[in-house]
């Protein structure tokens, strides 16, 4: 996005600079080349005023379009408050899981790692910190949260359900 928002500015610029030249001199430069008889056919001041004016309004609105667009990527990054709502909402969901059957609710990482994409909207990256710790950071890298899945499978030969298992989360500010 940082690069649209530059090149936005860049055109901008570009549309500044050609509205404070010269409109006759780009006239002659760039276009007259085209006609036989370029005197016949040269714009009037009235043109080359609607042309300066166009490119200065050319580069307000871009500029406008720029400030848009800072706006909307600055809205996709989320606060460390907004990290913390996507990690509990998605050990909300790991821990909403079926407690019994062969193997547990949360098999494997790419759970994990599904679990906060659906909550985040793509919005928050996961990494794993090791062992049964995932850390979630914004966008841009900043104001980690560390959320911690332990699975917890036991085989009890005794009880009604032989193979039951239990998912545990919690959710600390912070670097794992």
Not at 90 to 113: F, I, K, M, N, Q
Request: include cysteine; charged fraction near 15%; hydrophobic fraction near 40%.
């Amino acid at each position: 996005m940082t690069a649209l928002i530059v090149f936005v500015l860049l055109t901008a610029v570009v549309l500044f600079v050609l509205g404070c030249m010269d409109q006759r001199t780009l006239y002659w430069k760039n276009r007259a080349w085209q006609y036989r008889n370029p005197e016949a056919v040269e714009p009037s001041g009235a043109a080359f005023a609607a042309a300066r004016a166009g490119s200065f309004a050319g580069a307000v609105a871009l500029l406008i379009t720029a400030g848009v667009l800072y706006g909307a990527d600055n809205a996709r990054t989320y606060s460390t408050a907004q990290v913390d709502s996507v990690a509990s909402a998605a050990a909300s969901r790991l821990d909403e899981g079926p407690s019994s059957g062969l193997g547990s609710s949360v098999g494997t990482t790419s759970d994990v790692y599904d679990a906060v994409n659906d909550a985040g909207h793509g919005n928050v990256h996961i990494r794993s910190a090791g062992g049964d710790k995932y850390e979630l950071t914004n966008r841009k890298g900043k104001n980690p949260v560390c959320l911690t899945v332990t699975v917890d499978n036991a085989l009890d030969l005794g009880g009604g359900e032989p193979w039951s298992h239990s998912v545990s989360t919690s959710v600390h500010d912070g670097p794992c």
